[in-house]
C-alpha cells in the first residue's frame, strides 16, 4: 500500500475527478456517504451531533456529513466557520445544501465571534475543520476551538486528520493545538502521520474508508513511503525446491552472548534456524558453551577464546550471512574486534543491539561499513547512534533515512510501524506485530531471522521485508492465542512455523 504526501493526495482527488469523470461536489457527496455510514455503525441516533466545519473542502465534507446525519434521524448542530468570508467552491455548495434541507437542529454560520455550545460525555462531535491541506501550526480562535473540544468530556470523530495535525512533518508543531480524536475516518489511504507513535494520542483508532479514488493513478504513481501486505510477502517467499540439501539452504553465522546473556544467543541462533538456514553456527564466549549446547542442539558451536566476551573475528569465508550484536556487550575488545569483523566479512551483514551501540560509541566507525550492511536499532539505539538525538518520530526517521541513503545502508528502524530506510532513499512501512511484542529478546528474535532469511539467498531488501512481517506476524498469531501482556519472545519463535505456513498457503 503506497502512502501519499499531501500533494499526492490533492494530485489523486484531481485525477479521479477529470478520468473517472464525476464533479467534484458528487465526489464529496460520495466520501461524506461513506463517512456517515462509518459514524451511523458506531453511534445510535439518540446521540446528538455537534459538527465543526472549516471554510475548505474537509468543511465540505462535514456539512454533507451532517446533512446525512441529519435525514437519518440525528440531532445535528452545525457551526460553520467563515471567518474570511470565502469558502470553497464546494463547501459553499455544501452549506446550501444543509440549510435547504430543513432538517438540521441549528445551523450557525461563524463570521466574527464565537459562543461554543456545550459539549458533554454525551454528545459526539465531528471534526471537519482542516484535512489532509494544512501546512502550519493552529493559531488564535482555530487554537482555543481546539482546545475547548479537548478539555470537553465528548466524543470526537474527525475526517480525513484530526484539526491540527499535519500530513507529514509535525516535529515543530504545536500539540496542543491538535484535536485529540477518539475516531478518525481517514479517506482512501493512511497519511504519513499515522504511521508516526507520537501521533497516536490525536487519532485514536483509525479507520480507512474507500471512496473508489482512482486505482489508474495509485497503481501508476512513485511513492516514496509504502506498507508492505501479505500479498507483497507472499510474491517475495524463495521456493524451497523438493531436491533440496542443507548446503543449498545456506550457512549463517551468528556473533552474540557475553557473560550472563546467553539468551540473547540463544533467541537469535533459533530464530535463524526457523528462518530456513541451512546450517547455522553460533560464535559466543566459553562462558555460554553449554547453555546454547543444550538449548540450541541443531547449531554449531563456535568457541571464543576468552571466557567472557567476544575478542576475535571469525573467518567468514564459507559463510552465506553473519547476524552480529546480541547480547555482545561493549568491552573495548569486543569493540575492536566487532568492527574488524564486519570489515572483514564477505557475506551480507546483520547488525544489532550491542554491535550498533559499539558503532554508537565510535561513530568514526560508521563510514567503515560495507555497502548494504543492515542495521536494526529501536529508537533508543537509533538516537545513539546519530548522535543528535531526535525531535520525535518523524525527525527520527528522516535521519535514519537520511543516514542510509548517505552510507548506502538498510536501516530497520523497529517500532510498532517498523520503517526500512534503503539506500535508494524509499521508506516502507511494516503492517504487523502488536505492544505484546515490546518484551525483552524480540529484537534478537528479528535479527536471528533476517540473518537466516539472508543465509536462505534473499537479498537484503528481501530479508528485511520478509523477516519484518513475519516477525511481526508471528507475535500477531501468538498474542491471538496467549494475550498481549504475557508474550515472551521465546513464543515469536514457536509461532514463526505458523506464521510461514500461512504465508505459503
Known amino acids: 500500500m503506497k502512502i501519499f504526501n499531501s500533494a499526492q493526495i490533492?494530485?489523486?482527488?484531481?485525477y479521479t475527478i477529470e478520468h473517472e469523470p464525476i464533479a467534484s461536489i458528487d465526489l464529496m457527496e460520495r466520501a461524506a456517504k461513506a463517512l456517515s455510514f462509518a459514524i451511523c455503525e458506531q453511534w445510535p441516533t439518540m446521540v446528538p451531533v455537534v459538527v465543526f466545519a472549516g471554510p475548505g473542502n474537509n468543511g465540505g465534507d462535514a456539512l454533507a456529513v451532517a446533512r446525512l446525519l441529519a435525514i437519518k434521524g440525528y440531532q445535528v448542530s452545525v457551526y460553520l466557520f467563515n471567518i474570511h468570508n470565502h469558502l470553497s467552491p464546494d463547501c459553499a455548495v455544501n452549506r446550501q445544501r444543509a440549510i435547504d434541507s430543513h432538517q438540521l437542529h441549528s445551523f450557525n454560520e461563524i463570521t466574527l465571534n464565537f459562543d461554543p455550545p456545550h459539549l458533554d460525555k454525551d454528545t459526539l462531535v465531528v471534526d471537519g475543520l482542516f484535512g489532509s491541506g494544512l501546512n502550519k501550526p493552529l493559531a488564535g480562535g482555530f487554537a482555543s476551538l481546539v482546545k475547548y473540544i479537548n478539555a470537553s468530556p465528548c466524543e470526537v470523530v474527525s475526517i480525513d486528520l484530526p484539526s491540527g495535525l499535519m500530513t507529514e512533518d509535525n516535529t515543530y508543531n504545536i500539540h496542543a493545538n491538535i484535536i485529540r480524536a477518539d475516531l478518525t475516518l481517514t479517506l482512501q489511504q493512511k497519511k504519513l502521520a499515522?504511521?508516526?507513535?507520537?501521533?497516536?494520542?490525536?487519532?485514536?483508532?483509525?479507520?480507512?474508508?474507500?471512496i473508489r479514488l482512482s486505482p489508474e493513478f495509485i497503481s501508476q504513481t512513485k511513492a516514496r513511503y509504502t506498507v508492505i501486505e501479505e500479498n507483497d510477502i507472499r510474491r517475495l517467499l524463495l521456493p524451497r525446491d523438493d531436491f533440496a540439501h542443507k548446503g543449498d539452504m545456506g550457512t549463517a553465522m551468528i556473533i552474540a552472548g557475553s557473560y550472563g546473556m546467553s539468551g540473547a544467543a540463544t533467541l537469535a541462533a533459533k530464530a535463524c534456524?526457523?528462518?530456513?538456514?541451512?546450517?547455522?553456527?553460533?560464535?559466543?564466549?566459553?562462558?555460554?558453551?553449554?547453555?546454547?549446547?543444550?538449548?540450541?542442539?541443531?547449531?554449531?558451536m563456535s568457541i571464543d577464546k576468552e571466557e567472557t566476551y567476544f575478542s576475535q573475528p571469525v573467518n567468514t569465508a564459507d559463510f552465506s550471512a553473519l547476524g552480529i550484536g546480541p547480547g555482545l556487550g561493549k568491552h573495548e575488545n569486543s569493540a575492536i574486534a566487532m568492527i574488524a569483523q564486519v570489515r572483514g566479512s564477505q557475506c551480507p551483514v546483520v547488525l544489532d543491539a550491542d554491535a550498533i551501540n559499539i558503532l554508537a560509541n565510535h561513530r568514526a566507525w560508521i563510514q567503515q561499513l560495507p555497502q548494504g550492511v543492515i542495521l536494526t536499532p529501536h529508537p533508543a539505539e537509533f538516537d545513539r547512534l546519530s548522535g543528535t538525538g531526535s525531535s520525535g518520530c518523524y525527525d527520527r526517521l528522516m535521519k535514519a533515512a537520511d543516514m542510509a541513503q548517505h552510507y548506502g545502508i538498510y536501516i530497520l528502524l523497529k517500532g510498532h510501524y517498523s520503517a526500512l530506510c534503503q539506500p535508494d532513499g524509499d521508506i516502507t512501512f511494516n503492517s504487523t506485530g502488536n505492544s505484546g511484542m515490546a518484551t525483552a529478546g524480540s529484537g534478537d528474535v528479528l535479527t536471528g531471522m533476517v540473518t537466516g532469511l539472508l543465509a536462505?539467498?534473499?537479498?537484503?531488501?528481501?530479508?528485511?521485508?520478509?523477516?519484518?512481517?513475519?516477525h511481526g506476524l508471528a507475535g500477531d498469531m501468538a498474542a491471538k492465542d496467549l494475550g498481549k501482556e504475557s508474550l515472551m519472545a521465546g513464543d515469536l519463535i514457536r509461532y514463526l512455523p505458523k506464521a510461514f505456513l500461512r504465508i505459503e498457503e
Do not use: F
Not at 528462518?275 to 554449531?300: D, F, M, R, W
Not at 537479498?459 to 513475519?470: D, I, K, P
Open 10 to 14: 490533492h494530485e489523486l482527488d484531481n
Open 194 to 210: 499515522m504511521l508516526m507513535a507520537d501521533n497516536q494520542q490525536y487519532i485514536g483508532r483509525l479507520r480507512v474508508l474507500d
Open 273 to 300: 534456524l526457523r528462518s530456513g538456514a541451512g546450517k547455522v553456527y553460533v560464535h559466543t564466549p566459553k562462558v555460554n558453551s553449554p547453555i546454547l549446547q543444550t538449548t540450541v542442539p541443531e547449531a554449531v
Open 456 to 470: 536462505r539467498g534473499y537479498q537484503q531488501r528481501e530479508a528485511c521485508l520478509v523477516g519484518m512481517y513475519l
